[in-house]
């Protein structure tokens, strides 16, 4: 299993960012998959999961900002991020949940 994270950088207050978490060796459309992220210095959080059933559940730090997304034809996950701020700074994972499955990261800068 390997799952790869992209589209990570650095974006002004207030801007948008769109990650992908593409997966091989598994399918995310029968796998709760989910996103983490681990800012320095704080412990590794749970931001975003989407359930096998296709329901998007969210962190209450984050709801109404970011959107989890999933597509079947390039087996990916994704995370649209808006209205980002400088707390949003953090390494980004893609994970399958119940699992030992994470991806590698990717960075998030939120900075003017």
């Known amino acids: 299993v390997q799952l790869v994270e992209s589209g990570g950088g650095l974006v002004q207050p207030g801007g948008s960012l769109r990650l992908s978490c593409a997966a091989s060796g598994i399918f995310v459309f029968i796998k709760t998959m989910a996103w983490y992220r681990q800012a320095p210095g704080k412990e590794r959080e749970l931001i975003a999961y989407?359930?096998?059933?296709?329901?998007?559940n969210y962190a209450d730090s984050v709801k109404g900002r970011l959107a989890i997304s999933r597509d079947h034809s390039k087996n990916s996950v994704f995370l649209q991020m808006n209205t980002l701020k400088p707390e949003d700074t953090a390494v980004y994972y893609c994970?399958?949940?119940?699992?030992?499955?994470w991806g590698q990261g990717t960075q998030v800068t939120v900075s003017a």
């Open positions: 989407i359930t096998d059933e296709g329901k998007p």
């Open positions: 994970h399958v949940m119940d699992t030992n499955y």
